[in-house]
């Protein structure tokens, strides 16, 4: 099984850089998701590490430490519209693979 | 590419009662999730299948929940007979073989409202 923890709420300001932090423990890890959800939509994926290291894509970026059990999600040049809830989610298994979902982050963009 | 369908997209049942939700996934996709998202939580996975057969079930409330996947394609999930605490986002995923590192793809999900 697998135990995900990441802060429930977070704000920053408008063209400003965010930090989200995600920590996890589980057996038979196999690689971190990052997902977005707007209210009332679905989660869209945003990235995937299995390596330790960073991953930029863009304005967003993701971060591994295996060896930590730990993730974070930066986001830079905030925009009103990154207003959403920001979902960490660890694989794991062998063969067959099950994802586990945070409780997520909502992190509010204020001018 | 068409994403993956979900109806209905509301439903509002009075507690006991049955409800079935239905997916669609994206073609080809051959794996395919239900989760159970409560307000303010993550997602909370029910059910996942491969093809037609059931790989992993182990969260799901069997004495109320059932699933099928008719066929490798289509998939239903059904509550029988609800309970308030059911009222949540049910949210249909698919992914093209459930292998390590593959996406979920996500669609719009049914808010179910057990009054």
């Known amino acids: 099984g697998q135990n995900i923890d990441q802060p429930t709420e977070m704000t920053a300001t408008e063209g400003a850089i965010v930090q989200i932090n995600c920590t996890y423990q589980?057996?038979?890890?196999?690689?971190l998701f990052w997902y977005q959800q707007h209210a009332g939509e679905a989660p869209t994926f945003l990235s995937y590490?299995?390596?330790?290291g960073l991953e930029e894509k863009g304005r967003f970026s993701s971060f591994l430490s295996r060896s930590k059990g730990y993730s974070y999600l930066l986001l830079k040049e905030l925009q009103m519209k990154d207003s959403a809830s920001y979902l960490c989610?660890?694989?794991?298994?062998?063969?067959?693979?099950?994802?586990?979902f945070g409780k997520g982050t909502k992190l509010s963009v204020i001018p | 590419e068409a994403g993956v369908a979900q109806s209905p997209r509301y439903k509002i049942i009075e507690k006991r009662q049955s409800v079935a939700f239905w997916c669609n996934p994206i073609?080809?996709?051959?794996?395919l999730y239900w989760y159970q998202q409560i307000l303010g939580q993550g997602p909370k996975l029910l059910i996942q299948?491969?093809?037609?057969?059931?790989?992993?079930d182990s969260q799901l409330p069997k004495d109320r929940f059932s699933a099928e996947r008719l066929k490798g394609v289509d998939s239903t999930l059904k509550i029988q007979p609800a309970k308030l605490e059911d009222s949540a986002v049910y949210l249909c995923?698919?992914?093209?073989?459930?292998?390590?590192?593959?996406?979920?793809?996500f669609g719009s999900g049914t808010q179910l409202s057990v009054l």
């Open positions: 589980t057996s038979g890890f196999n690689g």
């Open positions: 989610a660890g694989l794991s298994g062998a063969g067959s693979y099950q994802l586990t």
């Open positions: 995923a698919s992914s093209l073989e459930g292998l390590e590192g593959e996406k979920l793809f």
């Open positions: 299948f491969q093809n037609n057969g059931v790989v992993d």
């Open positions: 590490n299995v390596l330790d």
């Open positions: 073609s080809g996709h051959a794996t």
